[in-house]
């Protein structure tokens, strides 16, 4: 299974989408009670679900790993891993899964600057206070400690989408 960590609009979601169209892998579609984005589909890009249904979900020991991550809570349900999976984790979901039995993984951090990271966000439309919290709060949550045991870094904004996705097939292809 193809790990994919990053700060917010790092280039983790374009690179799923493209390892998927152009690789042929799966996403492994995680829960949230996150409000979906202008253009997002539920059941492709998360599927998205009520507070009280997400509490259920966890009642009933169905996650493997769950995560607050900017006030909405994100899960990944243990029927859905599986080989030749993508999934985008923040670090304590990659910690979870790099200790635990869910082997082969391999992990990509994709490493964004702070400025890049901004304009991306501005260009997708997100509000300016949101931006500004998501930046703080990812230089802690994304800090080098943070990310230790990831196998592969790769400089987001140094590659294209294609580059990127280019670059993790033939790393998972070369491991597997």
């Known amino acids: ?28 579609v995680t829960y949230t009670t996150r409000e979906k984005r202008i253009g997002e589909i539920d059941g492709i890009d998360y599927n998205f679900i009520s507070l009280d249904a997400f509490n259920k979900l966890v009642q009933n020991d169905e996650f493997f790993e769950t995560v607050k991550y900017n006030n909405n809570y994100y899960g990944t349900l243990k ?16 910690k979870k899964y790099n200790n635990s039995i869910y082997k082969p993984i391999i992990s990509f951090f994709l490493y964004s600057s702070k400025k890049m ?12 206070d949101t931006i500004k919290e998501r930046l703080e709060n990812d230089s802690i949550i994304f800090s080098c400690e943070n990310i230790e045991g ?3 870094i790769i400089n ?16 998972y292809k070369r491991e597997c």
């Open 117 to 128: 990271r901004e304009e991306r966000m501005i260009k997708r439309g997100d509000r300016i």
């Open 79 to 94: 029927k859905d891993i599986g080989i030749s999976k993508v999934l985008i984790l923040d670090p304590s979901g990659f």
């Open 1 to 28: 299974m193809i790990i994919i960590i990053g700060a917010s609009a790092s280039g983790k979601t374009e690179v799923v989408k493209k390892l998927i169209k152009e690789y042929g892998y799966k996403k492994l």
């Open 156 to 171: 987001s904004d140094a590659l294209t989408i294609s580059e990127i996705a280019k670059e993790i097939n033939d790393l």
């Open 150 to 152: 990831v196998n592969y």
